[in-house]
């Protein structure tokens, strides 16, 4: 019997703000793969995320092991980017206790 191999493309798309989400969900790359690396099984990312299909989940952790390179570096960036968003809202929220007061002493909140 000769089996005929089909590859396949690995269940990562990108979203238009370079985001990369598991299979059809909106469920991050990221996640899936920092539950792995904390020693979560496929069946227990499974459980969290129940947005996922097994296969897809096993499809990223494969795609993931084959490019850890490529992946290590996205999941990098995008750390520094959350970093960076996270530094910006602080710095932008930094007033908001002032003006509450501001709007309570004029009675306009």
Known sequence: MVVHLKSQAPPIRQ???GSLRVG???VLL???LRAYQD???PEAIRLRYDALSLSD???VIAYYLRNRTEIEEYIQNREELEGRLIARMVKDQADL???R???KSSNIG
Do not use: Q
């Open 57 to 59: 989940i096993y499809g």
């Open 101 to 103: 007061d501001h709007m």
């Open 97 to 99: 206790p002032f003006f």
């Open 30 to 32: 990221e996640l899936v």
């Open 39 to 41: 020693g979560e099984t």
């Open 15 to 17: 979203d238009a703000d």
């Open 24 to 26: 059809d969900s909106r």
